[in-house]
T-cell receptor
Framework: NAGVTQTPKFQVLKTGQSMTLQCAQD?????MYWYRQDPGMGLRLIYY???????DKGEVPNGYNVSRLNKREFSLRLESAAPSQTSVYFC?????????FGQGTRLTVV | DQQVKQNSPSLSVQEGRISILNCDYT??????FLWYKKYPAEGPTFLIS?????DKNEDGRFTVFLNKSAKHLSLHIVPSQPGDSAVYFC??????????????FGKGTLLTVNP
């Protein structure tokens, strides 16, 4: 049972490049989330999906788009990466009001 | 506006002593509270939670206390062990319109337990 799996684990992008962070969960959870963690800022919610087919903005959505491909998968896309998007990104799924997190993707934009 | 606040960025304690991590919240709609533990290069992992209908929840060495009138919760670790050294995040959950729940996190407290 893998839980929440994120790919890639590390990525370096040049300013203006695009990329998609992938997330999949095998726990049959309805809700999925994308957070970013920055030093001194804690975990901030970017986007979430309460169920398959729905997505909503979180606290810091600017510069990102998401796709809830099916119940298992929730991807995060950076269309034109900026240095301010250098961060560690965590995907999570939620069951009974408890979130389960992936291992994270460390993204550096140069 | 920060709805969940952990005002101590770091805490250092001796092995075997008690660690007390504090958290304050401002949103009265929060009705479920959680603590997560995070080691470097790993995702946060669930530690313990408490519903707003309770004032205490205990799980082994970990106890969470909730003071609703003060909008304050704390995590007690007794006795503290070096393996407890990690960043601890406080999180709060409440209805986000309709029937959706989402977690709001504090900035975290780095706990260091010295041997």
């Amino acid at each position: 049972n893998a839980g929440v799996t994120q790919t890639p684990k590390f990525q370096v992008l040049k300013t203006g490049q695009s990329m998609t962070l992938q997330c999949a969960q095998d726990m049959n959870h309805n809700s999925m989330y994308w957070y970013r963690q920055d030093p001194g800022m804690g975990l901030r919610l970017i986007y979430y999906s309460a169920s398959e087919g729905t997505t909503d903005k979180g606290e810091v959505p600017n510069g990102y788009n998401v796709s809830r491909l099916n119940k298992r998968e929730f991807s995060l896309r950076l269309e034109s990466a900026a240095p301010s998007q250098t961060s560690v990104y965590f995907c999570a799924s939620n069951q009974d009001r408890r979130a389960f997190f992936g291992q994270g993707t460390r993204l550096t934009v140069v | 506006d920060q709805q969940v606040k952990q005002n101590s960025p770091s805490l250092s304690v001796q092995e075997g002593r008690i660690s007390i991590l504090n958290c304050d919240y401002t949103n009265s709609m929060f009705d479920y509270f959680l603590w997560y533990k995070k080691y470097p290069a790993e995702g946060p992992t669930f530690l313990i939670s408490i519903s707003s209908i309770k004032d205490k929840n205990e799980d082994g060495r970990f106890t969470v206390f909730l003071n609703k009138s003060a909008k304050h919760l704390s995590l007690h670790i007794v006795p503290s062990q070096p393996g407890d050294s990690a960043v601890y995040f406080c999180a709060a959950s409440g209805l986000n319109g309709g029937s959706n729940y989402k977690l709001t996190f504090g900035k975290g407290t780095l706990l260091t337990v010295n041997p």
